[in-house]
């Protein structure tokens, strides 16, 4: 669908046309073209973003549009998948339009394209009377039946995260001014999530997905859906130096807080290694902090003296 | 992706569950996955709808959520592309989140899902601070290289629509006690469009597009595309009877207003007789109104006495 605008703000075209690829018609036409090779699967994921919600006005606009396109992009990785394209409905208030919101908008957007590789395919521009509301479709590929699903984890499986849990969440955190971020670590890991693009891991684990909501939510949808229940070394869970100088009593925080962006997954012990390897190969830390068992959806956590550890919140949502 | 939900909000995944189809992976995974056959290209389209700019609060919720995925598959139906599936965002304020809401909202859905054969893919689900945002990526597939485009109509072609134009744009007017609509022909016109799917023309229409910016608005689109420009005989513009009996003086808002959803073709004289059996195979009034010429972009109304219309408002934006 062509990107529809008054005469008087025909200038936003330019913006968007820069940022369309094969298969978008020049955003010219109703709706775009997408041809998938016949060995491929498409993967396709929606995401809305509302201010006030997801992101605050203040935050910066190449961030916003930044953040955007890597949550669902971290949705694709969740599924072992490549990005392909995207389409985007931007809702904004008055006071947005213009030039100058536009430019550093769609430049944010531009970027990241480029470093991922993919292109926009369409979408819809409309004013919002109040707030900034924007819905994104990523599309991405993935090798037919291979696709990292959430329901064939294994008792006995190992479970792994990549990178390090919690930053976003404390990040907010200082943002809210509740904590000192002095490095602006945890602040620039809650702007601008890493989407774990290109683990590879599809032949490897038996079971993935992304942790967007609170490490202790999405662990509890993995072993839902798989049918299993799961042990949790909590010294084990990576944390980033930032997050470990707050000290233990953040813990809850960043297992229950949302938009780690990094993924779960789990992993038979006789493909540990080649899981490994691949992390190596694509510079992404992948640790171990558990194991599934034949417990259907107990979760249980436990310290480094080998005690049982409970929370009190479970994970963050979208409502 | 699925729709993600604070455990009070649970219930409402059963309403969304419903919907799902075929890849939809029971919405419990990050992402949906769709196969398509080779011989075909998948098409796809994305739309918002906000509250107060395409739809009222007081609108009943079931006509909402249908003329949301109508909208959308109204864009397929320009391209000539059969629907196959959606994703759908929902950004509700606080007091939509109750039973009630979400079964007349998802029984909208499933009532038009079933009547064109198609299913929900995932989608979200987010709390918005103040009202209803929508926002529907709908999916359809068309035959390789068979997508009708805007920009390949010839001078010489002749420039046809399907049903009636202007009914929605009145009906608004209804809605808002500008006009009376006895009948309720017109109000039902503007919130329960009719995707023309299924007129299957892509071998016959040289060029193609739904009508939802106003006739005269898209029209210029479609010129502006193909380098070509027009001659229309305002007469031959098909009105239904409500609109008739309102006068000619509601002419310029039935080819400026909003919202047909009618398609908007070109074809050479030599395709017509397949374009109207067509037609009535598919029970659905194509009408020639003018035709195309080699004055780029240069469009020209005439009335039955042949004399020149012209028109001050020239289409209704989304913006």
Known sequence: MPIRLAPEFQYIHQYFKRLAGAGALDLADDAALLSIDPNYELVITADAMIEGVHFFPNDPTD????????????????????????????????TCFNASWFEKFTDGLLQDQRFYNFSLLGGDTTKNPSHMVFSVTMTGKVIKNMALRRNNAKAGDGIWVTGTIGDSALGLLALQNKIV??????????????????????????????????????????????????????????????????????????????????????????REHAALMNSKKANITLTKI??????????????????????????????
């Open 63 to 94: 961030l916003i549009a930044r953040k955007l396109l890597r949550c669902n992009l971290s949705d694709l990785a969740g599924m072992g998948a490549d990005p392909v394209g995207y389409l985007l409905t931007v809702s904004l208030p008055a």
């Open 181 to 270: 971020d002095k490095s602006g670590f945890l602040t620039r890991r809650y702007h601008l999530p890493q989407p774990r693009l290109g683990l590879n891991l599809n032949n490897i684990a038996s079971a993935g997905m992304d942790i967007s909501d609170g490490f202790i939510q999405d662990l509890g949808h993995l072993t839902r859906e798989s049918h299993v229940g799961a042990v949790i070394y909590t010294h084990r869970i990576p944390l980033s130096n930032a997050a470990k100088a707050l000290g233990p009593s953040y813990l809850e925080t960043c297992l229950t807080g949302g938009d780690d962006y990094e993924l779960l997954l789990t992993i038979s012990p006789e």
């Open 290 to 319: 558990g194991y599934c068992t034949d417990q259907n959806q107990s979760i249980a956590f436990y310290d480094e003296q080998n005690n049982l550890v409970s929370f009190n919140k479970t994970g963050w949502s979208h409502i």
